[in-house]
């Protein structure tokens, strides 16, 4: 392979939904587009802590497509291994930045604290957090902003422009082009009818796509705002004639300000009638001040600052926080959106074993996280130690996403046709991947599609398709899959009820030794498998 060639590595959102990163290399130089947590199980999180794949301090700068820690979070521990080059962005991303990866280096301690006083991490090595806020803070003053559809050079012998994505404030598509190579990233594509948002732009013509396919799988019927808000109108009125509390898990950054929107309009119109309205998340308030400070870019807004309504309560004190623990008759919005950390953990405790509360979900849940649990229809989980009985009702409202549908996809990768190279789909789970795979067979068949994995490698040329020259990682397959550690919570959390069931203390304590029976088995079975592996090799040697 010539170093002149242009080459595409993915590094997370392969086969999966978050973790996006993806790196560009041209001669000398080398670049990424987006450098993102994983998010979602526990198992998934510990990829968080493995070192990258490659040197940092030679990557030159990232281009960023927008806030989302799934897209930016890894962005702290990235100066911290020694890269010092710039993260071009939108200034409203730039200006999000600050705040959400503060947020998330909070996280990463307090994770870090929680963990270690747990007694049954006693006597082993302290837990460390991937990165500080500190770091956090070190990042962000990397960050370049410059105005969509503006020409750039991110490295050496590249050319970049951003384009709007329609996904959420500042959110950006990214063009490339290096060694007459052009490539479109669509990072995260918002839907039409998307509060807040233009619709999604961009030229045409390109050799290589990589574009997002969260929703490859799903297609909605069209709802106006008025129809949603409709909906979230019945919503409302049902949780709240039942007496007791609406929790609704939200992402502290779009989806709690489009709430607000639609509580606002409810409101205002008398369609609801004096509600309480907590907003107990510190993060949200600060990206809401973010958004009245870019009101002008954004749509839906009209001349009122909606955010300032009477019956909205921004909670940022603790005790505050607590409080509503004695509450009836709220309407909580808290983060996170996938209930995986945040004050909606304590909510979700308070509020998930009474019959009169109602837990709406409004947002995506990705597999293996706590929010995809109780979706699903779990009758027990386990919440920072604390096992749960799901007695709320427990709703959804699709119509709030901020990703596009797989016809919204299809119509965004036909606006920017011809792709006479390849098409890359990322950032989606298996199902969706391939469902939008045969969708593009069936529109475009001459179009070559590919599913990438984490780990491997592509050249990219002009005119042609790619070609891999690195595979991809093998050791990936249990950890992007279901979650063992949500199976086990779900076990532990009903193991005490299912042997109540029992006849006798004498039934109960044979259940018990059966089952551990069962475990030392597979361990005596793990350590005959290892020996005889180990002899094979003497042999050999």
Known sequence: ????????????????????????????????????????SRSLERLNFEDFAFDAGRIDAVILTHAHIDHSGMLPKLVKAGFAGPIWCTLPTMDLLQHMLADSGKIQEYEAERRNRRRDRAGEDPFVPIYTSEDAMNAWQQCRPVELEETFHPAPGFSARLWNAG????????????????????????????????????????????????????????????????????????????????????????????????????????????????????????????FERHAAELEDTGEVNIFEHPAFHFVTDVTESIRLNSMSGAIVLAASGMCEGGRIRHHLIHNLHRRDSTILFVGFQAQGSLGRVILEGAERVRISGNDVRVRAQIRHIGSYSAHADQRELLDWIAARSPVSGSLFLDHGEPAALEAMRREMQREQPQLDVRLPQIGERYRLGPGTQAKRIETGRTDLAEALGKDWQNTYADFATSLKSELATLQSDRQRQEALEKMRAVLASYNLHRRAGRKGRDGADDNAG
């Open 167 to 290: 996904h959420i404030l500042g959110s950006a598509s990214a063009e490339l082009e290096a060694g007459g190579v052009r490539v479109m990233c669509s990072g995260d594509l918002g839907p039409e009818n998307k509060s807040f948002q233009l619709e999604s732009d961009g030229p045409c013509g390109f050799d290589h796509m990589i574009c997002e396919a969260t929703y490859g799988d799903r297609r909605r019927a069209p709802v106006s705002m008025a129809e949603r808000r409709k909906v979230l109108e019945a919503e409302v009125k049902a949780a709240l004639a039942r007496g007791g509390n609406l929790v609704i898990p939200a992402f502290a950054l779009e989806r709690t300000q489009e709430l607000l929107l639609d509580l606002h309009g409810l409101i205002v119109s008398d369609a609801i009638s004096n509600p309480s309205v907590f907003i107990d998340s510190p993060l949200a308030g600060k990206v809401t001040d973010v």
């Open 1 to 40: 392979m010539s170093d002149t060639d242009l080459t595409l590595r993915f590094h997370g959102a392969a086969g999966t939904v978050t973790g996006s990163c993806a790196e560009f290399g041209y001669r000398d130089s080398r670049i990424l587009v987006d450098c993102g947590m994983f998010q979602g």
